[in-house]
């Protein structure tokens, strides 16, 4: 059973910046599809950012604020944001699948989630 685990959620004012990372089990592999969605209260669960083979891909009206990479040695996934803004607040999800996908139900695999509170 694969686990993932994610941390690096908190509170920030607007335009802040904050890191979450999503460390996962079983052999490391740069083949397997991770990702990044959130989920704003009341809302559907949207994509933020994948990346496999080393290649991050986004989605859209993040406004090149968010990065997506990975340390396949730590089996780790990081999620750098920047310039952070109220409308970002959200619990934010770290997901694995066998493929590139912007859809969430592709993903087989989630966190538990962490959330990520930015104030004006």
């Known amino acids: 059973q694969v686990q993932l685990v994610e941390s690096g959620g908190g509170a920030v004012q607007a335009g802040g910046s904050l890191r979450l990372s999503c460390v996962g089990s079983g052999r490391p592999s740069g083949s397997v599809n991770m990702a990044w969605f959130r989920q704003a209260l009341g809302k559907e669960r949207e994509f933020v950012a994948g990346i496999i083979f080393g290649t991050p891909y986004y989605g859209d009206s993040l406004e090149g604020r968010f990065m997506i990479s990975r340390d396949n040695a730590k089996n780790t996934v990081y999620l750098d944001m920047n310039n952070l803004k109220p409308e970002d607040t959200a619990v934010y999800y770290c997901?694995?699948?066998?493929?590139?996908?912007?859809?969430?139900?592709?993903?087989?695999?989630w966190g538990q989630g962490t959330q990520v509170t930015v104030s004006s």
């Open positions: 997901a694995r699948s066998a493929h590139a996908s912007r859809e969430k139900n592709q993903y087989a695999f």
